[in-house]
């Protein structure tokens, strides 16, 4: 694996899961495979479990890991191609991520959408420029839009806890906040969960209020409802997220009704287990009643991304 950007680099999603339970199971089983050799992560936003969990799990693997909060202490990077730099920017993405492949022998990179312009967002310009000059393996640790360690994660999370006959029902919930966010989680969500529909593990819908519509590349199968209480009827998981509006780009569009999941919505629920990325407003996009209850997740689901980042550093080193 030289490209870890979405499901598409992955070939068996099944097998896949069980690579990481794998490695949950025996964490130091390959503990030599990565000696000598060095994991760069670049941010170019902040971030908790994504820095974390990569950095421990390349330690699992034996490798050296250096890392760049490129947004604070590195160089103002330019990206478009025939500028002449007599502006802010100090250096070219060409020059810089080449540099850095001099360094390392895989680079992460978290390169978050400025939600100001749709097709420069979507075209994923700056990920795809780091790809192209950095001239080794890169793990993306969120780009404009998609998040996959966090979606490979989370079907990780699914699998792991999925104790029923036959497939979970899994939603996707829309949720309230006050500032506009990418819609990096729920588009990646929703191309994994998509892809495990196709496979025969889960039944996947997404619920959300009118105007939060998804890019429709990466919904394709999905059942899309506008009525939360009539996608929580029934289901054994729900994904709490947040999301700007995709058609009114990167705009916090006003809503009607409730949209947080509180106890009393949980109720409809097939005693579903409850994920959320983090991080979460409390109150505001999920209830604390639900994240401190019995029922919630999220905990488990950020230990897992250690096992995800370990399968997907591991798959790239061999
Ligand atoms: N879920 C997630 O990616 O968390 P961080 O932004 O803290 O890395």
């Known amino acids: 694996m030289k490209l870890f950007s979405s499901v598409h680099d992955v070939t068996d999603i099944k097998q896949f899961v069980q690579d990481a339970l794998d490695l949950k199971a025996a964490p130091h089983a390959h503990a030599e495979l ?50 002449i730099m007599n502006g802010t920017t100090v250096e070219h993405i060409r020059e810089a991520a ?57 079907l990780i999370t699914i699998r792991e806890t999925w104790k029923g006959n036959g497939k979970p029902k899994v939603v996707l919930a829309w949720g309230p906040h006050v500032k506009a966010l990418p819609q990096a989680v729920p588009n990646s969500f929703a191309e994994w969960m998509s892809k495990a529909q196709e496979e025969g593990l889960v039944d996947f819908t997404i619920a959300h209020p009118e105007g939060y519509e998804l890019d429709g590349q990466f919904t394709q199968g999905a059942e899309i409802v506008h009525d939360l209480d009539a996608a929580l009827h029934g289901a054994d998981y729900v994904y709490v997220k947040n999301w700007s509006s995709y058609q009114d780009y990167g705009k916090v569009l006003p809503v009607s009704g409730n949209w947080m999941l509180d106890n009393q919505k949980l109720k409809q629920t097939n005693n579903a287990g409850v994920m959320h990325c983090l991080p ?32 997907v550093l591991k798959k790239m080193l061999s």
Not at 36 to 45: A, D, I, R, S, Y
Not at 137 to 152: G, N
Request: overall charge negative; glycine content about 8%.
């Open 34 to 83: 990565g000696r000598n050799k060095t994991l760069g992560l670049v941010f170019m936003n902040p971030s908790l479990r994504t820095r974390l969990s990569t950095q421990k799990a390349a330690l699992n693997l034996g490798m050296t890991v250096i890392v760049m909060n490129m947004d604070k202490e590195g160089w103002a990077l330019e990206t478009q191609d025939g500028m």
């Open 280 to 311: 979460v407003r409390r109150d505001l996009e999920l209830a604390a009643e639900v994240l401190d209850g019995p029922n919630s997740l999220v905990i488990q689901e950020a230990g897992n991304r250690l096992w995800a980042a370990q399968a």
């Open 98 to 154: 080449a540099v850095m492949g001099q360094y390392c022998d895989i680079l992460g990179l978290r390169s978050f959408p400025k939600l100001q312009n749709k097709e420069e967002d979507y075209s994923e310009d700056f990920f795809n420029k780091f790809v192209k000059y950095c001239g080794v393996p890169v793990v993306s640790l969120e780009s404009a839009t998609r998040h996959p360690l966090q979606s490979f994660t989370d």
